[in-house]
């Protein structure tokens, strides 16, 4: 009975193990090919990357990115026409998206950790950024080195929050599920900060009803390089998606959708850095 059972168990664990795979294994271009749509995981208040604007359409920079650059890339490289479907991802919400095959691909704000590609694959990077803290006008918050006792708001699963409980375990970090919500706490005074990618803030701030009662103070704490994130192990897809996103920096296209969103009359002016754009240019392989 023993070794029944004991045969069992390891049955069981090579299916545990061996059916995910299988069904990871899954090439996705099959995938969207198969359905003619490739299934997107993004944001739905992180503007100006992804988010829902007043008529209800889902917008932003890393949306125009999926359907201007990497829809392209893969109609061309399938040979016929898909369509986008979009569905809200948070960060502790979007790698679980990913491995179970409810999308194909991450497009908002994640940030590229070694951590995460433990779990998924990242394309180039398209946008780098660095986390502060948003708060109150005249708060007594400068940065990450006086926030000792201070309640701190974070998104739940994202590496601002992972960085605040290393270098800063004296605050009180209180997590929430999204980006609205964690303002939503900063504006009734449940939290004294919330500390996000300095970009974010810069347009949660700009969207905010008194975008002047607001400021957005510390240099950078941590360092947050965006990528477009797949399932693991996908090179075919991922080179697909990197191809769409070169192809669009080696054009110019890449650089008039960053003008439309972060330009002087874009929805977030933040000019780009020459570095920036240097670094951009750098992720360019030759054909």
Do not use: C, H
């Not at 650059?69 to 979009?86: D, Y």
């Not at 948003?134 to 080195?145: D, E, Q």
């Not at 706490?185 to 990618?197: C, K, P, R, S, W």
């Amino acid at each position: 009975m023993r070794r029944f059972i004991g045969v069992v168990m390891v049955l069981a664990l090579l299916a545990v193990s061996v059916a995910p795979a299988g069904a990871q294994q899954k090439a996705t271009l099959d995938k969207i090919s198969e359905t003619g749509t490739l299934t997107v995981g993004t944001r739905t208040g992180s503007p100006p990357f992804a988010y829902v604007n007043a008529r209800n359409e889902w917008v932003g920079f890393s949306v125009d990115l999926v359907e201007e650059l990497v829809k392209p890339a893969l109609e061309k490289k399938l040979g016929k026409p898909i369509k986008v479907e979009k569905k809200e991802s948070t960060p502790p919400t979007r790698i679980p998206l990913l491995s179970s095959g409810a999308v194909d691909l991450i497009a908002g704000t994640m940030t590229d950790t070694r951590t995460r590609r433990d779990s998924v694959d990242f394309s180039i990077t398209f946008f780098v950024t660095g986390a502060q803290f948003l708060v109150k006008k005249g708060s007594p918050i400068k940065g990450i080195k006086n926030i000792d006792g201070r309640r701190i708001a974070a998104q739940q699963g994202s590496t601002n929050a992972r960085i605040i409980r290393e270098k800063a375990p004296k605050a009180v970090l209180r997590e929430f599920p999204d980006q609205p919500a964690a303002f939503q706490a900063l504006v009734q005074g449940q939290v004294d900060a919330y500390t996000n990618d300095g970009i974010q803030l810069a347009g949660l701030k700009a969207k905010a009803p008194d975008p002047a009662q607001w400021e957005i103070v510390g240099d950078f704490f941590s360092y947050e390089p965006y990528g477009m994130a797949m399932r693991k192990g996908d090179a075919d897809f991922r080179n697909v998606v990197n191809g769409g996103l070169m192809d669009g920096i080696e054009s110019g296209k890449f650089f008039e959708i960053y003008e439309k969103w972060f330009g002087a009359k874009g929805e977030l002016p933040y000019p780009m850095a020459p570095q920036v754009r240097s670094f951009m240019l750098l992720q360019v392989v030759p054909k």
